[in-house]
């Protein structure tokens, strides 16, 4: 085999490997996304169901005296 020649392969085998982890990368990449928006809907739904807990109490933040150390 030449110089060339196992230049060639070495080149080819490094590409392999190079693309492998990009496809790794890729794929974790999509399961974080959803993972992210999955929180970010749950967050949203905890938000609004506080927020209608609050005002099924009649509770109003700006109306609550302030702490006993102010």
Do not use: K, W
């Amino acid at each position: 085999m030449s110089t060339h020649e196992q230049r060639l392969t070495e080149l080819e085998v490094r590409l392999a490997f190079i693309d492998e982890a990009v496809q790794g990368l890729v794929a974790a990449d999509a399961e974080q996304s959803m993972r992210i928006a999955a929180l970010e809907r749950l967050v949203r739904d905890l938000r609004s169901e506080l927020a209608s807990v609050r005002t099924g109490q009649g509770h109003n933040p700006h109306s609550e005296p302030p702490p006993p150390h102010y």
